[in-house]
T-cell receptor, first 114, second 116 residues
Framework: QQQVKQSPQSLIVQKGGISIINCAYE??????FPWYQQFPGKGPALLIA?????SEKKEGRFTISFNKSAKQFSLHIMDSQPGDSATYFCAASKGGTSYGKLTFGQGTILTVHP | NAGVTQTPKFRILKIGQSMTLQCAQD?????MYWYRQDPGMGLKLIYYSVGAGITDKGEVPNGYNVSRSTTEDFPLRLELAAPSQTSVYFCASSDRDKNSGANVLTFGAGSRLTVL
């Protein structure tokens, strides 16, 4: 059972555009929602994360929007750059000692054209 | 600071063979994890450990075993390799973030395993 559903599978954006990736979750016990960025041949790396007590978190060009009632969250990349081309994974976990036990979405391959 | 080191990077196994994927971290993290990544499927947790001597199953543990005799090392053992175990395996370690209280994972570069 896929508890975190991510869309789209792939996304092509022009340089300077906005990239938007969406995720939906089912388990209401989740209370930590990170986004990971993965470049080819590398392991995923934490990009930005949010807890459900806030509806938005911004770090530079990256913003997470969180809708607790809809059980959805999304990643917005403003002014997308070719260097942002990577695979992005949303994830979710429960609290306490379960924080590292992440349930990942399927991943989105982002390509930013110059 | 090496972070999380995985060996080997690539390996081809025949059906029924066994092998161990090595993982070492030098950050003194208590938590360590093994995930597998399959195309279009995201990453799935195989096993995890909250400290030396303590391990537990994740979402997809069948066909694998782990041990955690030291804080630094967390090897993953594949017994009787099967084609379904063809995947990219990622080891990760974590510590608690002071601001969020969450465990922020640091991943290794991965080990690509093919079972023929």
């Amino acid at each position: 059972q896929q508890q975190v559903k991510q869309s789209p599978q792939s996304l092509i954006v022009q340089k300077g555009g906005i990239s938007i990736i969406n995720c939906a979750y089912e388990n209401t016990a989740f209370d930590y929602f990170p986004w990971y960025q993965q470049f080819p041949g590398k392991g995923p790396a934490l990009l930005i994360a949010i807890r459900p007590d806030v509806s938005e978190k911004k770090e530079g060009r990256f913003t997470i929007s969180f809708n607790k009632s809809a059980k959805q969250f999304s990643l917005h990349i403003m002014d997308s750059q070719p260097g942002d081309s990577a695979t992005y994974f949303c994830a979710a976990s429960k609290g306490g000692t379960s924080y590292g036990k992440l349930t990942f979405g399927q991943g989105t391959i982002l390509t930013v054209h110059p | 600071n090496a972070g999380v080191t995985q060996t080997p990077k690539f390996r081809i196994l025949k059906i029924g063979q066994s092998m161990t994927l090595q993982c070492a971290q030098d950050m003194n993290h208590n938590y360590m994890y093994w995930y597998r990544q399959d195309p279009g499927m995201g990453l799935k947790l195989i096993y995890y450990s909250v400290g030396a001597g303590i391990t537990d199953k994740g979402e997809v543990p069948n066909g694998y075993n782990v041990s955690r005799s030291t804080t630094e090392d967390f090897p993953l053992r594949l017994e009787l390799a099967a084609p379904s175990q063809t995947s990219v395996y990622f080891c990760a370690s974590s510590d608690r973030d002071k601001n969020s209280g969450a465990n922020v994972l640091t991943f290794g570069a991965g080990s690509r395993l093919t079972v023929l």
